[in-house]
């Protein structure tokens, strides 16, 4: 097996776990969320495109149903004894398949926790999967129950948070260099990728963010690539990522001498997340700190070029996104707590003048300060 926590590590997970359904009092957990699986067995595989669930007992017994071609992948990346595959054919039903196999496991007329809210299970499974079961036992949402034991990160996954935080700044020493006028998006952007992947890091959950010019003011990847005039905008957002686990990063650099208006704008980021570092502590909630950037924001006077959320949890994370379940938006109640890793986002996009300004990078919460992963500081970056 390719492990990469011993397995004290996994067992403590699976008994957070086990113990927090029975808190809820689940029979059974049936898991979709691929970084579920991965967290609590280490199984590692984009086959969630495709239906599979692993099917989690109250007891800590544990099931995988997938497809025949994730068989192998199981059994060599994870903890998980025993794999039953569900066939490929025509109509294919799975989840009749996982009635069956939770019959089989007399777990008839139980309490069923479910992940729906995953990019693991499609609209056309949801269905099917409460027409086969809905009769079978009763059906509980339980999406967010293992997103937020994960929340916590243990020392073991603390190494692979900072491990992915060196190789974010990695990559933006590799930016640096090539950001100048008639500089290449291109090589910018495999200069960036390339370092994380000769760091020995992994692919990101989603593709990394370039833009300059008006491309700057996006904060989505888009295909297509340009080369940076004299007087330019470079937004970027990347994250250096270790055994899946992810640190962001975000900067916009201004190429040629910054305008008033970047300076303006550069100057609310700096301010918000300053205020937002003596907040991102226990004793506040994520609500506290989005509360912090629209207060600093809006008195500035940039509420239309904000956006309603200022940053995210992060943690291994599969596609399409990096980000996990908890973010920082109005009326959030999670707790801040010790050791988790948090990204933080200033996203100022000046649609009237096109400018754009961005500021960002992830930290690890203690029991005061929060301690920034990144060696780069706060400064503007100009080329």
Not at 236 to 256: K, N, P
Request: with cysteine; glycine share 8%.
């Amino acid at each position: 097996m390719a492990l990469h926590f011993t397995q004290d590590e996994f067992a403590s997970r699976l008994e957070r776990l086990t113990a927090k359904m029975k808190e809820e009092k689940l029979d059974v957990m049936l898991l979709f969320a691929q970084e579920s699986m991965y967290w609590l067995t280490g199984y590692d595989t984009f086959g969630y495109c495709f239906f599979q669930t692993l099917v989690v007992k109250a007891d800590g017994s544990m099931v995988l149903l997938t497809r025949s071609a994730d068989l192998r992948q199981a059994k060599h990346t994870s903890n998980i004894e025993r794999v039953e595959v569900w066939v490929d054919r025509v109509n294919a039903d799975p989840t009749m398949d996982l009635k069956n196999l939770l019959s089989d496991l007399d777990l008839l007329g139980t309490r069923i926790g479910i992940e729906y809210d995953t990019h693991g299970m499609t609209g056309r499974i949801a269905r099917l999967l409460d027409h086969q079961l809905t009769s079978f036992g009763q059906l509980v949402d339980a999406s967010m129950l293992v997103g937020r034991l994960r929340l916590i990160k243990s020392p073991a996954e603390i190494v692979h948070v900072e491990k992915a935080a060196s190789l974010a700044d990695d990559a933006l020493d590799a930016a640096l260099p090539l950001t100048h006028a008639g500089g290449s998006e291109a090589d910018i952007l495999a200069a960036m990728q390339g370092a994380v992947f000769a760091g020995g890091g992994d692919y990101p959950a989603n593709e990394f963010i370039i833009g300059s010019g008006a491309d700057a003011l996006l904060c989505r990847y888009k295909a297509g690539r340009r080369a940076l005039d004299a007087q330019d905008q470079l937004t970027l957002e990347w994250a250096g990522v270790s055994a899946h686990y992810h640190a962001a990063m975000m900067r916009t650099i201004v190429i040629g001498e910054p305008t008033n208006r970047h300076r303006e704008l550069y100057s609310a980021c700096r301010e918000t997340i300053q205020a937002i570092e003596m907040v991102l502590r226990p004793g506040n909630t994520f609500g506290t700190v989005f509360d912090i950037h629209s207060k600093i924001m809006d008195e500035r006077g940039l509420a239309r070029h904000r956006l309603n959320a200022c940053g995210y949890s992060l943690g291994a994370r599969f596609s399409p996104s990096w980000m996990e379940q908890q973010m920082f938006h109005m009326g959030n109640p999670q707790e801040i707590l010790p050791d988790m890793s948090l990204f933080v986002h200033m996203i100022i996009m000046d649609s009237d003048s096109g400018t754009a300004m961005t500021l960002g990078q992830t930290y690890l919460t203690t029991e005061g300060a929060p301690k920034p992963l990144s060696r780069y500081g706060l400064d503007f970056i100009t080329a």
